[in-house]
């Protein structure tokens, strides 16, 4: 199977990052005074949002926001033809009748693809300046350089730098060419099947790590570890790299106890609902439902008995 081109939610050439702008402090001080610059707010890393009657991200302008720390703000780039920060807020602030701040891992699969690819990466950003106040080396404070891509430490004696970072990890459909391999945490909801995932350690290949993690995790050994398509999940840095692959044993157990339950589903169960399927925003649910249409003759989204998360029906 080729890699799949289309854009994952969160994914895609939605905001011109500008990278040459964030070391150019006079770009910088004027875009901050600009009337036409965007804000994206987060407030204890929840994005504003407006739901009706269209969702959409809701941004804010510097007459909108009045007084605020402009060395807070972190640059993004240029969004649909004006520079965009995103600003951490302290205080929840008065916003437009309407609005809302709310978590992105409920709304994002309800916003326009460019949408939440923007609050996904202002997301990020934040969260990332909020762990990185001090130097990680001797314990200095920081501050804000490159537009807020760089947290410079304040001691002149250390002068360490901190550049945002994500967390790799592996996501993957395993089939035996006529049934899925989904597991469940015991914390889901009951019911609720997704596919298997974990994190890349450290000398340790994409390919290694699929294998390592669907044999820790099932007891399944894979083989034809193919690329599917990646998704930005900030939730908190993680970069989700999407794989399908062929079984190369059969026998289930969960042997380290990070699954609750692992079992091989059809089609067919599929279909009929047997297991509740990860949310549509989601690269598991996007490698399900690949797999699911190379067999069937229609979408899994179209299935009248498909239960997708969150359930509806």
């Known amino acids: 199977m080729a890699p799949n081109r289309t854009p994952n939610v969160y994914a895609g050439p939605y905001v011109d990052r500008s990278s040459e702008w964030r070391k150019d402090p006079a770009w ?22 407006r739901l009706q009657p269209v969702p959409s991200a809701e941004l804010l302008t510097i007459a909108e926001l009045g007084t605020f720390d402009a060395s807070q703000a972190v640059l993004l780039g240029v969004y649909r033809g004006s520079a965009c920060f995103a600003l951490e807020l302290l205080d929840e602030p008065l916003v437009r009748a309407g609005a809302e701040f709310s978590d992105l891992r409920t709304t994002g699969g309800l916003l326009p693809a460019d949408d939440a690819g923007l609050l996904a990466y202002a997301r990020a950003m934040i969260y990332w300046r909020q762990r990185h106040r001090h130097c990680g080396a001797c314990g200095a404070p920081t501050r804000a350089d490159s537009g807020g891509h760089v947290m410079a430490c304040t001691d002149p004696d250390c002068g360490g730098q901190s550049f945002p970072r994500i967390d790799p990890a592996i996501i993957v459909l395993v089939s035996d060419g006529e049934r899925a391999l989904l597991g469940r945490q015991a914390s889901w909801p009951a019911g609720r099947y997704s596919t298997i995932a974990g994190f890349v350690e450290p000398g340790e290949s994409l390919e290694d790590a699929v294998a390592r993690e669907v044999r820790e995790e099932t007891n399944v050994e894979v083989a034809e570890v193919i690329y599917h398509s990646s998704q930005p999940w900030p939730f908190p840095s993680s970069l989700m790299v999407g794989f399908h692959a062929r079984a190369a044993s059969l026998a289930i157990s969960c042997p380290d106890g990070e699954l609750e339950d692992a079992r091989w589903f059809s089609r067919a169960d599929l279909a009929a609902g047997l297991p509740a399927l990860p949310p549509p925003q989601s690269i598991s649910f996007r490698l399900i439902a690949d797999w699911y249409r190379r067999g069937a003759d229609r979408d899994l989204a179209d299935e009248p008995g498909a239960r997708i998360w969150p359930l509806s029906r």
Do not use: H, S
């Open 28 to 49: 910088l001080e004027a875009a901050l005074r600009d009337a036409a610059t965007q804000f994206v707010p987060l407030w204890q890393l929840r994005n504003l949002v």
